[in-house]
């Protein structure tokens, strides 16, 4: 379907009305930005002020990594410690152990020779306090008179 064809002499007004229009389009658009030309200014002072906001905010960002990276290798320095300390703790752990072990048989074994040395010394001391070691006391001295060595 074609369009139907309008009159020229229907056209001028109607483009005038149109140009009119426009006109009076343009004035609002004008009038706006007149309007917005403060609020324009204002923004764009805020921008640089805004732009070292954020390269500041991007330095510090930037430096906290530095300390967070810093940090991060710390906390792995003393963990690998604290592994390091404990592996020598059980390792001292063991060793003591052992000692304690050595020490008890050695005291056990200091107690039994004690055990067996009162049993010598009471045996001895039976023997001497026997009839027989005083009578013979004179042969041990080597000579003919009668005395007692552990005297």
Do not use: F
Not at 25 to 53: G, H
Not at 107 to 114: C, F, V
């Amino acid at each position: 379907m074609k369009p139907v064809p309008t009159e020229p002499s229907d056209l001028v007004p109607r483009l005038r009305q149109q140009l009119i229009l426009a006109q009076v389009r343009i004035m609002e658009l004008e009038d706006e930005r007149d309007a917005l030309k403060p609020r324009l200014a204002e923004l764009e002072q805020l921008v640089p002020a805004a732009q070292s906001l954020a390269d500041r905010k991007l330095d510090e960002a930037s430096h906290l990594e530095k300390v967070l990276a810093g940090r991060t290798a710390q906390w792995e320095n003393l963990e690998q410690a604290h592994r390091l300390a404990g592996q020598e703790l059980e390792s001292t752990r063991a060793a003591l152990a052992d000692a304690t072990s050595r020490a008890d048989q050695a005291q056990a074994s200091a107690q039994r020779l004690e055990s067996a040395l009162r049993v010598i010394d009471a045996e001895l001391s039976s023997i001497k306090s026997s009839r027989s070691w005083r009578w013979t006391a004179w042969l041990r001295s080597g000579g003919g008179k009668s005395a007692d060595p552990s005297a």
